[in-house]
T-cell receptor, first 110, second 113 residues
């Protein structure tokens, strides 16, 4: 079973920041937080991952709370092409399992 | 283009047919995976291969038979499927099973009639 809880859906205006929350209250000390997204009719795409510290790459930023029980994925300037289902996943760094939940369906509107 | 190519993109088969799904990765990865995505359900991990050896089989029925002849190719052989097996079948690869980033193909949309 997925170890994360995400809102079913969210809307965001184009050009604004999209902040997608994720709760993972049972996360253990050696588990990482990963984010993937799946655009309609495509396979999932890796976005970012982190353990304790906040992370940033060319796609997004990941903010993890100090107690690590929740995190937020930030798309700083959402575009229409960012419309997708976003999956927050908790996994051990040295395991092969990516367990997907139901994710958050983000709709970016003009 | 993720470097993982799946064929065919769409497949319709009868319950008595035998067909195969193909996955090829051009990334030099050593681990490959099959996932199933049914309508309204999360992705389900089916099989994991590491260096051509199957390392995980998540209680998948025997009518699904994977094959990994080399580290670049992965097949899923299908026979006597049921209508409830209709789904999007996704292949993925990563540098190794412990790698952080998995690359997914576009999937094969399978319909069993």
């Amino acid at each position: 079973d997925a170890k994360t809880t995400q809102p079913t859906s969210m809307d965001c205006a184009e050009g604004r920041a999209a902040n997608l929350p994720c709760n993972h209250s049972t996360i253990s000390g050696n588990e990482y937080v990963y984010w993937y997204r799946q655009i309609h009719s495509q396979g999932p795409q890796y976005i970012i991952h982190g353990l304790k510290n906040n992370e940033t790459n060319e796609m997004a930023s990941l903010i993890i709370t100090e107690d690590r029980k929740s995190s937020t994925l930030i798309l700083p300037h959402a575009t229409l092409r960012d419309t997708a289902v976003y999956y927050c996943i908790v996994r051990l760094h040295n395991t092969d399992k990516l367990i997907f939940g139901t994710g958050t369906r983000l709709q970016v509107f003009p | 283009e993720t470097g993982v190519t799946q064929t065919p993109r769409h497949l319709v088969m009868g319950m008595t047919n035998k067909k195969s799904l193909k996955c090829e990765q051009h990334l030099g990865h050593n681990a490959m995976y099959w996932y199933k995505q049914s309508a309204k359900k999360p992705l389900e991990l089916m099989f994991v291969y590491s260096l051509e050896e199957r390392v995980e089989n998540n209680s998948v029925p025997s009518r699904f038979s994977p094959e990994c002849p080399n580290s670049s190719h992965l097949f899923l052989h299908l026979h006597t499927l049921q209508p409830e097996d209709s789904a999007l079948y996704l292949c993925a690869s990563s540098q190794d099973p412990a790698n952080t980033e998995a690359f997914f193909g576009q999937g094969t949309r399978l319909t069993v009639v």
